[in-house]
């Protein structure tokens, strides 16, 4: 199936990955050996789930992302924390070794984009009347040429 949004720039792998299963990845997503990153393990948030008493919460799928919406919006209504309280805080409980980029958005604030990162590439595009986030320019190109790292 072809990508919507461009080819695969960087693709992260666990240090440890098979080889085969490596290469395997690299030839189907098309991407050069220089636009692989081996890492030392991938980005796992099962342990917030369990760090913080998330019992209560219907998870609507199974991705770490969820589990970081999730822990903002429990530190947000439990202790009173303003959104980027919480997100900072929910940051804080993630090892340094994990690798990750996401915005995230409140209702309470649609104005405000909150932006997180490490050790994978995000850059906020500045546009005409809005702003954009993205993991690389050239998924952004045809809307503005001005980025912020």
């Known amino acids: 199936r072809e990508r919507e949004h461009g080819h695969v720039i960087r693709l992260e792998v666990e240090q440890g990955m098979d080889d085969w299963l490596a290469a395997h990845l690299i030839d189907n997503l098309k991407v050069g ?8 393990g991938p980005i796992d948030l099962t342990f917030l789930k369990k760090l913080s008493d998330l019992s209560d919460v219907d998870f609507k799928s199974q991705t770490d992302t969820e589990v970081i919406v999730q822990l903002v919006d429990k530190f947000v209504v ?18 340094d070794d994990s690798a ?10 649609p104005d405000t984009l909150f932006v997180a990162k490490n050790k994978s ?23 503005t040429n001005q980025f912020m790292e």
Request: avoid cysteine; aromatic fraction near 10%.
């Open 33 to 40: 050996e220089e636009g692989v990153y081996r890492i030392a």
């Open 100 to 109: 990750y980029a996401f915005v995230l958005i409140d209702k309470q604030e």
């Open 78 to 95: 439990e202790y009173e924390m303003d959104t980027k309280a919480a997100l900072v805080k929910v940051l804080r409980l993630i090892s």
């Open 121 to 143: 590439p995000l850059l906020v595009g500045l546009a005409d009347g809005y702003n954009m986030v993205g993991s690389d320019a050239f998924s952004m190109i045809k809307e």
